[in-house]
């Protein structure tokens, strides 16, 4: 059975913009726009390596009311065998006080690389991680969370 797929002026051209921004999205470097102690604080675990984009997951609301207990759930693919796994996830947030808020380690052993677990923000910002593979690779992946009421003392 065959179906006729039509779409709109409207839809093809909200579709063209949507590609036009995934594409801006993903050419921007893994770094780009972090403040400058979210930067300092991954040049201090990964010193100058090379981050990618893509393979990490981050679950978050995107509005937070209040940000003292936000919960997050970070997912990576990866097969999770002995030659290719998921070796930590860094949870870092881009503008809280101190941005380093967690660190998850996993093994071949454990069968998914997932975690969850509940932060708190100061005020609206991205929630970033980054993920270690065993071969040594780093792929970053971020969500920004709106929060109307802080966490951190703000």
């Known amino acids: 059975m065959h179906t006729k797929l039509s779409l709109s002026r409207r839809e093809a051209l909200f579709g063209t913009a949507g590609a036009a921004v995934a594409v801006t999205v993903a050419s921007k470097p893994a770094s780009a726009s972090l ?5 300092a604080a991954i040049k201090r675990v990964f010193g100058d390596r090379a981050i990618a984009e893509g393979r990490v ?3 978050l609301p995107p509005i937070a009311e209040n940000g003292n207990t936000i919960p997050l759930t970070v997912v990576v693919e990866s097969p999770m065998t ?5 070796k930590a996830v860094h949870i ?12 998850f380690h ?16 100061g005020q609206t910002q ?3 991680a980054v993920a270690e593979m065993s ?8 969500q920004e969370v ?3 009421i802080g966490g951190c003392g703000g």
């Open 82 to 86: 002995a030659s290719d796994h998921v």
């Open 92 to 103: 870092f947030a881009d503008r809280n006080p101190t941005p380093d808020v967690a660190t």
């Open 135 to 142: 071969n040594g690779s780093l792929f970053i992946g971020r």
């Open 146 to 148: 709106k929060v109307t």
């Open 35 to 39: 403040q400058p102690a979210t930067q």
């Open 126 to 128: 991205d929630v970033v």
């Open 57 to 59: 997951t981050l679950r």
């Open 106 to 121: 996993f093994t071949p052993a454990m069968g998914r690389a997932e975690a969850s677990t509940r932060i708190r923000l």
